[in-house]
């Protein structure tokens, strides 16, 4: 009997082996670019994100390389970049260091304060700014070096030594409230950043601000053929790293070589259309499975894989971690790279609710925040589109805050907070409207997160449908 069955998986075995040889060169041929394009989506996905932001700044926008573009009010939804804050005044530098160094000077905390990131194009955080950065509050000359740069660094400046040639600075002025005034104060301040090149004079040029707020501003990820247009983009402008000179023969496969026109056929066309959107069907599928929590029982995870923070944070030092597909999921979700991750901030994110179903845009939902929330500064919960992971659209609203106008407490201090596609009566101010047609998910911010989240003594409670 065993002599049958090891017989018949030999024939099994066979029958495969005959009909993989079977294949013609031409389906092989479309099988290698199916299966390499969606690694290749996986992989690219950190680059692309970033490089879909600066050609939507470039097309839709006045900005340029090398100057800022920023938002004069919190953004609404036509902001469609991933996960935005709608609670914090966005200031954007998308920097090029081809033609020598970049300075990035961020203001002492006076008046006003920075919570900034400085990562290269593969988002890979270089240095954080502001209070809880390199400078400490105090203010400080970033200056963002070229890779293989041999020149003198001056002194005072605080080097920032890239592996590619681009990249950006997301630099948060904080808001101490909605109104007006202190609106009006968080742009100002923001407005004392500049960025100019070195060599660094007594009278440097003059930074050139973009205001982009109501203007659409679409950056969402494309799960088509489109993506490779950008990811060979990338390939053209930035070097090959180290630890990815084991994609240029895969990227070869799908006609994406440095110093050759990219120019796919219809039909490669078509099977980069298939791949992408198979990449995006497994970059779901992870992240419906949930990342990590944060407190057992409770559905919050905090929005990065331990993984990624760990390897991006020490500049993928370890040779024995290269957390690609966890990477991969993280820049389907947001964009950016924190060095000092629950420093300046942290993040939870949620797309269930308290029985493990996905957020239904056509129910109704509430989240009660615990008193004495652990910040130094605000905290918020803010929806977002479950398909896109960009603000709903066309909402007049997007998040609460502990620093948005009306919010009212509970006698015991709390605050609920409710979604859904009305509120409900007298809760306007504590109320996020959702699509009624769309799923959503929800994000929670910390602004200056304090012990008493990472101690487990605070936590944030599953949000509850409603009947």
């Given at each position: 009997?065993?002599?049958?069955?090891?017989?018949?998986?030999?024939?099994?075995?066979?029958?495969?082996?005959?009909?993989?040889?079977?294949?013609?060169?031409?389906?092989?041929?479309?099988?290698?670019?199916?299966?390499?394009?969606?690694?290749?989506?996986?992989?690219?996905?950190?680059?692309?994100?970033?490089?879909?932001?600066?050609?939507?700044?470039?097309?839709?926008?006045?900005?340029?390389?090398?100057?800022?573009?920023?938002?004069?009010?919190?953004?609404?939804?036509?902001?469609?970049?991933?996960?935005?804050?709608?609670?914090?005044?966005?200031?954007?530098?998308?920097?090029?260091?081809?033609?020598?160094?970049?300075?990035?000077?961020?203001?002492?905390?006076?008046?006003?304060?920075?919570?900034?990131?400085?990562?290269?194009?593969?988002?890979?955080?270089?240095?954080?700014?502001?209070?809880?950065?390199?400078?400490?509050?105090?203010?400080?000359?970033?200056?963002?070096?070229?890779?293989?740069?041999?020149?003198?660094?001056?002194?005072?400046?605080?080097?920032?030594?890239?592996?590619?040639?681009?990249?950006?600075?997301?630099?948060?002025?904080?808001?101490?409230?909605?109104?007006?005034?202190?609106?009006?104060?968080?742009?100002?301040?923001?407005?004392?950043?500049?960025?100019?090149?070195?060599?660094?004079?007594?009278?440097?040029?003059e930074t050139v601000f973009t205001d982009a707020y109501d203007e659409l501003f679409d950056s969402t990820i494309?799960?088509?053929?489109?993506?490779?247009?950008?990811?060979?983009?990338?390939?053209?402008?930035?070097?090959?790293?180290?630890?990815?000179?084991?994609?240029?023969?895969?990227?070869?496969?799908?006609?994406?070589?440095?110093?050759?026109?990219?120019?796919?056929?219809?039909?490669?066309?078509?099977?980069?259309?298939?791949?992408?959107?198979?990449?995006?069907?497994?970059?779901?599928?992870?992240?419906?499975?949930?990342?990590?929590?944060?407190?057992?029982?409770?559905?919050?995870?905090?929005?990065?894989?331990?993984?990624?923070?760990?390897?991006?944070?020490?500049?993928?030092?370890?040779?024995?971690?290269?957390?690609?597909?966890?990477?991969?999921?993280?820049?389907?979700?947001?964009?950016?790279?924190?060095?000092?991750?629950?420093?300046?901030?942290?993040?939870?994110?949620?797309?269930?609710?308290?029985?493990?179903?996905?957020?239904?845009?056509?129910?109704?939902?509430?989240?009660?925040?615990?008193?004495?929330?652990?910040?130094?500064?605000?905290?918020?919960?803010?929806?977002?589109?479950?398909?896109?992971?960009?603000?709903?659209?066309?909402?007049?609203?997007?998040?609460?805050?502990?620093?948005?106008?009306?919010?009212?407490?509970?006698?015991?201090?709390?605050?609920?907070?409710?979604?859904?596609?009305?509120?409900?009566?007298?809760?306007?101010?504590?109320?996020?409207?959702?699509?009624?047609?769309?799923?959503?998910?929800?994000?929670?911010?910390?602004?200056?997160?304090?012990?008493?989240?990472?101690?487990?003594?605070?936590?944030?409670?599953?949000?509850?449908?409603?009947?």
């Open positions: 009997m065993l002599r049958f069955i090891l017989t018949g998986v030999v024939l099994l075995a066979g029958a495969t082996n005959v009909a993989a040889q079977d294949m013609l060169p031409a389906e092989l041929r479309d099988r290698a670019i199916a299966r390499r394009a969606t690694e290749a989506v996986i992989w690219g996905m950190p680059a692309v994100n970033a490089d879909l932001m600066l050609q939507t700044m470039l097309s839709t926008t006045k900005a340029r390389v090398n100057e800022v573009v920023y938002w004069s009010r919190p953004v609404n939804w036509k902001n469609q970049t991933l996960t935005p804050n709608p609670d914090s005044i966005y200031f954007m530098s998308f920097w090029n260091v081809k033609d020598g160094p970049i300075v990035i000077e961020i203001p002492p905390a006076e008046g006003g304060s920075i919570a900034g990131n400085i990562v290269n194009a593969w988002q890979m955080p270089l240095e954080d700014a502001g209070p809880h950065g390199a400078d400490e509050g105090k203010g400080g000359k970033y200056l963002i070096l070229p890779p293989d740069y041999m020149g003198e660094v001056p002194e005072g400046f605080i080097p920032l030594r890239s592996d590619t040639f681009t990249g950006f600075a997301l630099l948060r002025s904080n808001l101490k409230s909605h109104a007006d005034a202190d609106i009006e104060k968080s742009v100002a301040y923001g407005k004392k950043i500049k960025i100019y090149p070195m060599p660094v004079t007594d009278k440097p040029p494309r799960f088509d053929a489109s993506f490779f247009d950008n990811l060979n983009r990338v390939v053209q402008t930035e070097p090959w790293l180290e630890r990815d000179r084991v994609m240029i023969d895969q990227l070869k496969t799908l006609g994406i070589e440095k110093g050759k026109p990219f120019q796919p056929s219809a039909e490669t066309k078509a099977l980069l259309d298939k791949a992408a959107a198979e990449a995006r069907a497994e970059l779901s599928a992870r992240y419906d499975a949930g990342f990590p929590v944060i407190n057992e029982g409770i559905r919050w995870f905090p929005a990065g894989l331990p993984d990624m923070v760990k390897a991006a944070s020490e500049a993928y030092a370890d040779p024995g971690l290269y957390p690609v597909d966890a990477r991969g999921v993280t820049y389907t979700l947001g964009f950016t790279g924190i060095k000092r991750l629950g420093t300046a901030q942290f993040y939870l994110m949620a797309n269930k609710d308290k029985d493990g179903n996905p957020f239904d845009g056509g129910a109704n939902y509430r989240l009660v925040v615990p008193k004495d929330a652990p910040v130094e500064q605000y905290w918020s919960v803010t929806a977002y589109d479950r398909e896109t992971h960009a603000l709903i659209r066309n909402m007049d609203k997007a998040s609460v805050a502990s620093i948005g106008e009306g919010v009212k407490k509970n006698a015991d201090g709390s605050v609920d907070v409710y979604f859904g596609a009305k509120a409900p009566a007298g809760k306007e101010a504590n109320f996020v409207p959702v699509d009624p047609a769309r799923k959503f998910e929800l994000l929670f911010r910390l602004y200056g997160p304090e012990k008493p989240l990472f101690e487990k003594s605070w936590k944030l409670p599953d949000v509850e449908k409603m009947p």
